[in-house]
């Protein structure tokens, strides 16, 4: 009898062993980030690594949701887990609703902290947009405001404009950029600074279709720097632009 219960007992030893996470790798960025995957890594799968098989979904949800990362866990044998955890690359800035916030370029949002991983990477500008502006009417209007969630703010436009835009001398002179909207379409307010000189750029891409208006305005632009003295450009008018004084 006594030789059956040790036998049992040493069943169980050898089984638990068996399927114990013991061959668990962690790919991270940083330390920040493998200890808070730490923190909520389901304490089960640690003598049972099937349990892993399911959990490791929810792990990587949370934390997606919780900070600006990318996870992605493969196997690569039986209870053989690597977990890679990545920081996502901010793209651009924005102000909105009183604090700044980091966009992606596949479109999550979040709140940023300085000296955090690859915020650098979006540049110096910081678009400003309106509390209530650029908000499609039925969805995204209540963004949760914590944590990493959907932009509410459209990338497909941001991108567009970048497109656009950002191959011409004047866009490296943009030191401050509003986006709002009027009547309906995009409205772009830009403020450059060509050394002491304060030039305003109001601009409404969609009254331009098809025309190389970043080209346009490089011309009035230059038109103006010769004028000297602060200016504002107006690109809101149906193919035309007007140079006037500030």
């Known amino acids: 009898m ?3 219960i040790a036998g049992c007992i040493l069943c169980i030893v050898e089984s638990k062993y068996r399927f114990a996470l ?5 790919e991270a960025q940083s330390q920040v980030l493998e200890r808070r995957l730490w923190e909520v890594f389901p304490k089960r799968c640690l003598t ?7 959990d490791k979904e929810a792990m990587r949800d949370f934390l997606e949701r919780d900070m600006p990362v990318k996870v992605k866990t493969r196997m690569s044998g039986l209870g053989n887990f690597t ?3 990545e920081w ?8 909105w609703r009183g604090k700044i916030w980091c966009i992606s370029r596949d ?7 300085p000296g955090r991983p690859n915020e650098d990477e979006a540049g110096r500008l910081v678009w400003k947009v309106p509390d209530q502006g650029n908000l499609p009417d039925d969805e995204n209007v209540n963004a949760p405001m914590s944590g990493v969630f959907r932009s509410p703010l459209s990338t497909e436009v941001i ?9 011409y001398r004047w866009f490296d002179l ?11 379409m995009n409205l772009f307010r830009l403020q450059l600074m060509n050394g002491t000189q304060r030039i305003e750029l109001l601009v409404q891409p969609d009254k331009y279709p098809g025309q190389r208006i970043g080209a346009s305005i490089q011309e009035v632009f230059e038109r103006a720097v010769q004028e000297g003295g602060n200016r504002v450009i107006d690109a809101t008018y149906e193919n035309k632009i007007f140079l006037r004084k500030l």
């Open 88 to 95: 996502l690359q901010a793209w651009v800035k924005v102000d």
């Open 48 to 54: 049972f690594w099937p349990y892993f098989l399911s």
């Open 107 to 113: 479109g999550f949002m979040w709140l940023s902290e």
């Open 159 to 167: 991108a567009s404009f970048l497109d656009d835009f950002r191959q």
């Open 83 to 85: 977990t890679i955890i």
């Open 174 to 184: 943009v030191n401050e950029l509003v986006w709002e909207r009027r009547e309906g």
């Open 2 to 4: 006594l030789a059956l």
């Open 22 to 26: 013991s061959n668990y790798k962690i």
